[in-house]
């Protein structure tokens, strides 16, 4: 039995599934039909499109509607304050925060698969928002005072088609071309005006991010994460930390700053401070300092260090915001001091209002899907962890649809493109969140200030936002630390953080995080092509094999001819002639120097003896090689392609040449395949096995069926004859 199934090609034979009818046209119609017209299919549509549904059914009243309140209401008092500061690091109103606070999670509550993530502002997002914003304006002719030459009029056309008044948050009726306008009258475009182009940027961005997302995510493209490893988002989240606190800078000094675009913009930014360091305003950067070492010490010598005792964080960042405005209002010193306040924060919800696509298509298009391919990664990135830690599954390619669904509702909003926040949704899991459900009060209160609070901020200072921005990226700084840790762990991982980190801040985010995937692709590129096989045997009396080099192994069933070399690894154009090295370095045959031997061997009788004993010599060595094996492990070989099939064959043809019989162990369906359709299955039938056991038993049937005297030999050694005389001798 044994002897009948050693070969690839017996085993498949017996054993193999005839699926021809599969590959019928009709039957895979029937099959296609059967499936989406099916009522289960249909069902699981709309509980995968719609995962609210599962949530409301299975909710759990009494036991969860407890803790959902406590952490939503947590996460909508968190939600306020850091929805303004966000919104002013993108160089919008903070009331734009604030509208994308609420809209973000109410979207995510109907499309979201994670139960505690918490959409909203993100600093990342926020920033590569601003510096698209900082171009476009930049590039639009509006100088830092907001005036504008009227004769170009296409950017006023946009901004009066979208609705917006002159203080960026009603209706404006600007005119085109022709008719008259009071801004044109007046020989310039007020400064308000510009917050209205940007929120119109802004929300056409969002627009074209969601629907790109969207798309990707029905197409399955949500697995797009892979190619983001770990230590890629972490360099570059803690670059762009970085760049946070460069674009906060101004306001933490005072300072009438420049804020520069595209390559090097921070070293110039810094430059530029550094420069102009000795106007800095004491005021601002004193209320900076205030605010946060409070928020440090509320937040880490209290939240965190008695987080077991408190059931609830403080809220810090809304005490500060709170304290910082009823000060500021007390002691006016916006207007006795000039320090810069948020001012007017508009109640009431925005009017419903598409955004011009063309604004953003095709200049911004890249920077869109850039965009909200950043804000997906880290938003699925803590919601993989978190559900890992509460035990339960989240779909990605719904994931990428919740997100951009939720893009799309907050560019009809006067928002840009919500994400998930690490450290809200950090605290809505500890603060006891079990559903999304949470995220609905954390709404309402986000609500109350849109509607009712939100004027009572105009005396809020922006240095206390900025505080508010910086303190958050606490947790992207410490990721520094880690840095010692990862070298000692990984070389190659250490290597994608700084590559992703320096260039994200020494050119800018986009292109940061593309040159971080394509380095993390050629890292995994170069391993694949250096992997490395090892000549291997048992270990001891065990059925393992492993490195002879590293573990005290023993000769393969006493056959010192039988070679056994292990491969981890594809064998494919990009590793092929890799792999016939290894394959000829580690099993000390390398069948050009044999030949070159047996040349010199020829040459050598030639010149001593006679022709007749030069064949005599290449008889010899061809006989003694014709004993020698070499067996190729294929087990941890996943796939083959074009180029590693017809190098595989010119190691067979090589060895071949030498009298030595290469052999394939343990080749998966789809290398068997490959061979199949190569059409070299008839050259290598009687050199490929189904396991490592059977090759060796089937090499022990050879040696001894020679010598059985015409009967049947055994799989095991024995022929029947001896088998039964050693059994005599026994008894």
């Known amino acids: 039995m044994e002897k009948k199934y050693a070969y690839n090609s017996d085993f498949n034979e017996t054993f193999r599934r005839n699926n021809a009818e599969q590959f019928i046209l009709s039957t895979k119609l029937r099959k296609v039909c059967r499936k989406y017209t099916s009522r289960n299919y249909y069902r699981r549509c709309v509980k995968e499109s719609f995962p609210f549904i599962d949530t409301l059914r299975s909710y759990k009243l009494k036991e969860n509607i407890a803790n959902d309140i406590i952490s939503g209401l947590t996460v909508g008092v968190m939600q306020i304050p850091q929805g303004m500061a966000y919104a002013m690091l993108s160089s919008l109103p903070p009331i734009c925060g604030l509208y994308i606070s609420f809209f973000g999670p109410l979207v995510y509550f109907f499309l979201g698969t994670s139960r505690h993530v918490s959409m909203g502002c993100i600093s990342i997002v926020s920033l590569m928002i601003g510096s698209v914003l900082d171009d476009a304006i930049s590039n639009s002719g509006f100088n830092k005072e907001g005036r504008r030459l009227p004769q170009n009029l296409t950017l006023l056309s946009a901004i009066g088609s979208s609705g917006y008044n002159e203080s960026g948050y009603g209706p404006l009726n600007l005119t085109v071309e022709g008719q008259p306008s009071p801004y044109v009258t007046q020989g310039h475009l007020p400064h308000a005006s510009v917050n209205a182009f940007k929120i119109e940027l802004a929300s056409a961005l969002s627009l074209v991010s969601g629907i790109v997302m969207i798309f990707l995510g029905r197409l399955g493209f949500g697995v797009i994460t892979t190619y983001m490893p770990e230590p890629m988002v972490s360099g570059f989240t803690s670059a762009v930390a ?28 810094w430059v530029d401070i550094l420069k102009n360091i000795g106007d800095t305003q004491w005021l601002p950067l004193v209320i900076f300092c205030v605010s946060f070492i409070i928020l440090y010490s509320i937040k880490v010598h209290i939240n965190i260090r008695f987080k077991a005792k408190l059931k609830v964080p403080i809220p810090a960042d809304l005490i500060v915001v709170v304290l910082a405005t009823v000060i500021a209002y007390a002691a006016k010193l916006s207007r006795n001091n000039g320090l810069n306040v948020v001012k007017e924060i508009p109640a009431g919800f925005p009017s419903f209002s598409p955004p011009d696509l063309s604004l953003v298509i095709p200049r911004y298009l890249k920077d869109a899907v850039m965009i909200g391919i950043v804000a997906f990664t880290q938003t699925v990135s803590i919601a993989k962890i978190l559900a890992q830690t509460n035990n339960y599954d989240i779909n990605s390619n719904q994931e990428m649809v919740a997100y951009g669904a939720g893009s799309v509702v907050c560019s009809l909003f006067s928002g840009y493109i919500p994400a998930g926040s690490v450290g809200r949704s950090m605290v809505q899991e500890g603060a006891g969140g079990k559903t999304q459900v949470a995220s609905l009060f954390g709404c309402l209160v986000v609500l109350v200030v849109i509607v009712a609070v939100g004027p009572l901020f105009y005396h809020l200072p922006q240095c206390v936002l900025s505080a508010v921005v910086l303190m958050s990226l606490r947790g992207m700084f410490l990721q520094y630390t880690e840095l010692p840790s990862l070298w000692r762990k990984s070389k190659i991982d250490f290597m994608i953080w700084v590559v992703t980190a320096a260039s994200t801040i020494v ?60 491969y981890h690894g594809p064998v494919c154009f990009a590793n092929a002639e890799h792999f016939m090295r290894t394959v000829y370095r580690k099993s000390g045959m390398d069948p050009k120097m044999l030949l070159k031997a047996l040349r010199r061997q020829q040459q050598k009788a030639q010149i001593q003896l006679d022709v007749s004993v030069e064949k005599d010599v290449l008889e010899e060595t061809l006989c003694r090689n014709d004993h020698q094996k070499i067996a190729i492990d ?49 050259e290598f039938s009687s050199s490929l096995f189904t396991s490592m056991e059977l090759l060796l038993a089937h090499l022990n049937f050879q040696q001894t069926s020679s010598s059985c005297n015409g009967e049947e030999p055994l799989m095991n050694g024995f022929c029947e004859g001896k088998k039964s005389h050693i059994s005599k001798e026994k008894d």
């Open 634 to 682: 294929f087990t941890t070989v996943n796939f083959v392609d074009l180029v590693g099939v017809k190098t595989i064959k010119r190691v067979h043809k090589d060895y071949q040449s030498v009298g030595i019989e290469l052999i394939l162990v343990g080749c998966n369906d789809d290398v068997i395949d490959m061979f199949e359709k190569c059409d070299i299955m008839g």
């Open 507 to 566: 050119l800018d985010a986009e292109i940061g995080i593309i040159i971080g995937i394509v380095f993390s692709v050629f890292t995994v590129t170069v391993r694949t092509q250096r992997t490395d096989g090892y000549r291997a045997s048992y270990v001891g009396e065990t059925s393992v094999m492993k490195n002879i080099e590293r573990y005290q192994t023993v000769v393969l069933d006493g056959r010192p001819e039988l070679i056994v070399i292990c």
């Open 242 to 269: 970085v760049q946070i606190i460069t674009a906060q800078a101004k306001h933490i000094f005072g300072l009438d700053v420049v804020r520069h675009n595209g390559y090097y913009k921070i070293i110039k930014t």
